[in-house]
Nanobody, 115 residues
Framework: QVQLVESGGGLVQPGGSLRLSCAAS????????WGWYRQAPGNQREFVAR?????????YYADSVKGRFTISRDNAKNTIYLQMDSLKPEDTAVYYC???????WGQGTQVTVSS
């Protein structure tokens, strides 16, 4: 099973930016999809963004982050990223990296948006 390690979380003011990283223990190309989810206190884990690695693979975003967040990858570093701009307090959550199949999860990184 692939190992995933997230980093880059922290405290940021509303309107600010953060870039999350997810370092994988195997090639990005070896999995069919990669993505990010988040979970706020008292809420269920929710989808944020995902891309598919196959030919013509597409990228999808949750409506709540479309236009503000960008998912990307560096195949040479076996790392995926989530660039988060124009952050809002409601973006506060633990962010998890996800891949599969078989489905694997990282340990999560905390993002707090507050003044």
């Amino acid at each position: 099973q692939v190992q995933l390690v997230e980093s880059g979380g922290g405290l940021v003011q509303p309107g600010g930016s953060l870039r999350l990283s997810c370092a994988a223990s195997r090639s990005i190309r070896s999995s069919a999809f990669w993505g990010w989810y988040r979970q706020a206190p008292g809420n269920q884990r929710e989808f944020v963004a995902r891309f598919f690695t196959g030919t013509g693979g597409r990228t999808y975003y949750a409506d709540s982050v479309k236009g503000r967040f960008t998912i990307s990858r560096d195949n040479a570093k076996n790392t995926i990223y989530l660039q988060m701009d124009s952050l809002k307090p409601e973006d506060t959550a633990v962010y998890y990296c996800n891949t599969g199949p078989p489905e694997s999860w990282g340990q999560g990184t905390q993002v707090t948006v507050s003044s």
